[in-house]
């Protein structure tokens, strides 16, 4: 009889009436397979392994993270509510004990999701990891987290949403912008003034196999995070690293992917990207939730597994160990290079533009920071879109010092005077989440 | 116009029998009720002789031309696993790559050989003739007689089990048990577990009928036989042959379909069956039970035998009852019977006496029990009495609401479903067993909801086996990319074109299932099928639509048969 060493919670929920659009990677069809292999190897009735039902997030859940142009429902659908609810299901589960580890094995996904939702993008709406990472520190006081995204896409949504938080260590492990969507997380996006070095972006070179990968998390993102020392980590666990992934250019398998979970040890891995849905997704999941449950995973092998055929040229495994010891002289001269950007300033601003692939919108933003080193500092965010919605977004950090809580205030109060449609407010220490419609279009 | 009527009628009467640990409970039941009830001892040693000497004493007098059917329910397959009297069978397993099947090891000979099918049904690895081979010369050493086959996803093709069978042709076993035959439900383990007792009870169930059927031939009894199954739903001898292993735990379904007359038409009920040692508690909507989502666990081994949804209790009318830490304790352990009927111990039973709720045995027996209780918390009698009956029922609603959350947290895969699926939520409790009639009153108070005792509570079992429906499902595959239409329970598979319909689909697998249940014993007039799952996928690759993968479930559904009243 198999008994799971660590007891672990599964929410399953592959949405199998939601699609983006029927040819879409991300349709109903995508977990039909994994679930069959789930369901066919029996997992679900191995002691120790728990399924949840996923519940559903509230408005509230949401907007405690997402500034949602023009509101919630605009840019969100059930699925959404539910997928997040997933992950917020297995949160609770783990901080009320029921269980050791969790997998939140839903869709849609979230890491390509920012804080301000204008639409979707690269099949994102509300970021899921966030949700629950908010909810846990609204509701157990959780303070130092990790989210490590292995997704094979750049986890930009996340690092959006944690750029400037000193108290979220964000590592993102993909395929290197310059060759796949979105084009970012390069060695230098290290965080905001306040938060600088939190945010850890490891971009790997194509064809990138096992051997890079999991060296790659055994010299560079595990002695960053013992250093960080998380309350909890969160993996995005994305699964499009895959050799038969049709969207990008790795080599990772599905026995690469346990040993990647057995080494991360992550409380909860919440389901991103991976549109392999036959050669990988049933295999990759099965071996994530077998290593997570601390079981002999040895014998999951995909069909047209061929370890020579995959593996990795010697340039590959030097530009990876290359890659590596930037990113950790960058980690360990964090604190003098944040110095450096401070110096004499008291707001530091920063304008770029996002574009919304799935729902082809353009957005400009501008987002302001106060330099602080009481809090995570007062954000704002000016935001418009081609869409014509033009908006203000004000954050009052969880902790916030006084003087903080005062800049952020002001700023909301003074929206009026701005050329904005609505201005909103994220007061997260009284967890209250205004808005103020200026304009009625 | 008596018998003339009746013979005009056709068959009308029916049998039902359940034997239960204590008791063998028989009814006759004719269009009009029940017509004759009797009780035997069940001889546990013996169960033939009971349920032989039951059927004789229900027919005395009675001619048994006039009987439609009668059917049996027994604890032989269940007993026989429990005590471990089961025949040695021999099985292999094809696994291909993924947990280690020695994980799921059910016995000996058990044999892991090369193979393998992926999830949409394609070969990855072929049989390894040798292997089979030399895992039968073996099997045959070790006197072997019958053997299970069991691949992983053989339900979505079945070409390994059914070449591996071909293969032990020449080894001349008895009987030989395929995976896919059994459950058109994924999940290997189960499927394993469930094809090995198939296999294992297999003997002890043929002969058992058998005896059953030549002894009634013999005095002349030409019945046709029926057997509960664990879904609270019938077959016929000659379908039980091949799956023995449904007959596994058919006595809570015996009771739970012998309280579907007590239950509302449309409504959601919770069914207690108060017994000595445990409580067995089950929910019906609208009159159907609710099922379990892939089948039955008995001890070690979880199944794909389709069941009933229930959850006992260690607590019943004999529960052993103490003081732990100043509180009253019930349960779970029975130490034999109640004070009043010679026990040592003090049970709920014993506090009904002192309640003077019943009065057949020896009060003064029960009262001291109670006695001793109250001494050692310092209350009176009378009021421990009370605290013990309270505790008792509070215990059982406490079950019971815990039933119906775990039924409504049940995962579900879609939006649709997690956002309108149906939420049982209970009205009515219909209660039956030995006590039934003494907890009503404040269950009802209690729990707020309407109850009742079931009429004729002692022999509801019996009837519920007498009256319940022939059932089976049915479950089919279509992959329009690779061309197939797969029923595997049903050994059905065909080429198919594209143009295969979702409505097609759904036609196939209720004219199977319609086939399958009237090849069970049903009567072809009177099915009522449903589909009960019926998903359809498109399935593209490189951004075109390349097929339809359909997948569906249909069944019959457990309820009464038509044309009887309680």
């Not at chain 1, 989210?147 to 938080?165: L, N, R």
């Not at chain 2, 397959?77 to 429990?82: Q, S």
């Amino acid at each position: 009889m198999l008994k799971a060493l660590n007891k672990t919670g599964l929410v399953f929920f592959p949405a199998f009436d939601w699609a983006i659009d029927p040819t879409h990677p991300e349709r109903e069809e995508r977990l039909l397979y994994t679930q069959d292999q789930v369901f066919e190897e029996g997992i679900l009735d191995i002691e120790g392994i728990v399924e949840y039902k996923p519940s559903l997030v509230s408005d509230m859940d949401i907007k405690r993270v997402h500034f949602c142009v023009p509101d919630v429902f605009s840019v969100t659908t059930k699925s959404h509510f539910i997928s997040a609810g997933g992950a917020i299901t297995m949160g609770r589960a783990l901080m009320e004990k029921e269980i050791e580890r969790g997998f939140a094995l839903v869709r849609p996904p979230g890491h390509h999701s920012m804080r301000v939702v204008h639409g979707n993008r690269g099949f994102c709406n509300i970021n899921n990891e966030a949700i629950l990472v908010e909810y846990l520190r609204r509701h157990y006081g959780v303070k130092r987290v990790a989210i490590v995204d292995t997704d094979c896409h750049h986890g930009d949504g996340t690092q959006d949403i944690y750029w400037h938080d000193p108290d979220t260590l964000f590592i993102s492990i993909h395929q290197d912008g310059r060759t796949l969507y979105p084009g970012s997380g390069f060695m230098e996006e290290l965080g905001g003034p306040n938060a600088f070095g939190t945010t850890v972006n490891i971009p790997l070179p194509p064809s990138t196999s096992d051997e890079g990968y999991l060296y790659t998390i055994e010299h560079v993102v595990l002695p960053i995070l013992s250093e960080f020392k998380p309350e909890i980590i969160i993996n995005s666990a994305g699964q499009d690293n895959h050799f038969s992934d049709p969207l990008t250019n790795m080599n990772f398998s599905a026995q690469g992917y346990a040993n990647l979970t057995r080494m991360l040890k992550p409380d909860i891995a919440v389901l991103e990207g991976g549109y392999s849905i036959e050669g990988a997704l049933p295999y990759v999941n099965t071996g994530l939730i077998l290593a997570l449950a601390g079981l002999d995973y040895s014998g999951i092998v995909e069909p047209g597994f061929d370890a020579a055929r995959i593996s990795q040229s010697g340039e590959v495994t030097r530009a990876i160990k290359r890659i590596g010891e930037t990113v950790l002289s960058h980690w360990k001269t964090r604190k003098d290079m944040q110095e450096k950007i401070r110096r004499g300033r008291d707001f530091i601003e920063r304008r770029r533009t996002i574009m919304y692939d799935t729902d082809m919108i353009y957005e400009m933003q501008k987002d302001e920071i106060r330099i602080c080193d009481e809090c995570a500092g007062a954000l704002k965010i000016d935001s418009s879109a081609d869409t014509g919605q033009h908006i203000l977004g004000v954050t009052i950090p969880t902790g916030a010092c006084r003087v903080c809580r005062q800049t952020a205030l002001d700023w909301y109060d003074q929206a009026g005077k701005g050329p904005y449609d609505r201005a909103f407010l994220q007061d997260r220490p009284n967890d209250e989440y205004k808005e103020n419609i200026l304009k009625r279009r | 116009m008596g018998r003339i009527g009746l013979i005009l009628m056709g068959n009308t009467m029916i049998i039902g029998l359940d034997v239960g640990g204590t008791h063998t409970d028989v009814v006759l039941i004719g269009p009009d009720g029940p017509m004759r009830e009797v009780k035997v001892l069940t001889d546990n040693a013996e169960l033939f002789k009971s349920v032989l000497t039951g059927l004789e004493k229900i027919t005395e007098g009675i001619d048994t031309q006039l009987i439609r059917r009668a059917v049996l329910s027994t604890t032989l397959t269940t007993n026989a696993i429990v005590t471990d009297q089961v025949e040695k069978v021999g099985m292999i397993v094809l696994a291909g790559p993924g947990i280690d099947p020695m994980a799921f090891r059910t016995c000996d000979q058990y044999y892991c050989v090369s193979g393998s099918i992926d999830h949409r049904g394609r070969e990855i690895e072929g049989v390894v003739e040798d292997e089979v081979l030399k895992a039968a010369a073996l099997m045959k050493v070790a006197g072997i007689k019958n053997v299970g086959v069991v691949g992983k996803f053989s339900t979505r093709n079945p070409s390994h089990e059914i070449r591996v069978e071909k293969i032990l042709t020449d080894y001349a076993f008895e009987k030989i048990f395929l995976g896919h035959r059994i459950s058109g439900n994924l999940n290997f383990p189960r499927r394993i577990a469930t094809t090995f007792l198939n296999a294992s009870v297999s003997s002890v169930h043929s002969r058992f009928y058998n005896a059953v059927k030549k002894s009634l031939m013999e005095k002349g009894l030409n019945i046709p036989i029926h057997i509960l199954k664990a879904d609270g739903g019938t077959m016929n001898f000659s379908a039980s042959i091949d799956f023995p292993g449904q007959t596994i735990l058919s006595g809570p379904a015996a009771s739970v379909m012998g309280a579907i007359h007590s239950a509302p038409k449309e409504g959601d009920v919770i069914v207690l069956d108060i017994g000595g040692t445990t409580t067995d508690i089950a929910v019906l909507i609208n009159q159907s039970p609710v099922l379990e989502p892939l089948g039955i666990s008995l001890g070690k081994y979880k199944t794909l035998i389709r069941s009933l949804k229930t959850f006992s209790i260690g607590v019943g009318g004999d529960s052993y009852v103490r003081v732990e830490n100043g509180e009253i304790v019930v349960g779970p352990m029975r130490k034999g019977p109640a004070m009043a009927y010679g026990g040592r111990l003090p049970t709920p039973t014993d506090a009904l006496f002192v309640l003077e709720k019943i009065d057949n045995g020896d009060a003064q027996a029960a009262f001291k029990g109670m006695e001793s209780l109250a001494a050692n918390l310092g209350i009176s009698v009378r009021e421990v009495a009370e605290k013990v009956f309270e505790k008792t029922c509070s215990l059982i609603l406490a079950a019971a609401e815990k039933l119906v959350n775990d039924i409504n947290s049940k995962p579900v895969y879609t939006v649709h479903e997690l956002l309108e699926g149906y939420v049982v939520r209970p009205t009515r409790l219909v209660i039956l067993g030995g006590p039934a009639l003494h907890f009503t009153e404040h269950l009802r108070k209690i729990s707020g909801y309407h109850a009742e005792a079931v009429p004729r509570w002692g022999v509801a079992n019996a009837i519920g086996a007498g009256l319940a429906r022939t059932t089976c499902e049915v479950t089919l595959f279509v992959d329009t990319e690779k061309g197939v239409v797969l029923a595997p329970e049903e050994n059905y598979s065909k080429t198919i074109r594209s143009m295969y319909s979702f409505s097609d689909a759904e036609d196939t697998a209720l004219e199977l299932l319609r086939k399958k249940a009237v090849k069970y014993g049903a009567d072809a007039e009177n099915l009522e099928t449903e589909i009960t799952e019926s998903l359809s996928f498109n399935m593209v690759r490189g951004f075109r639509t390349t097929g339809k993968n359909i997948r569906i479930k249909t069944q019959v559904k457990p309820g009464l048969i038509q044309g009887y009243r309680d």
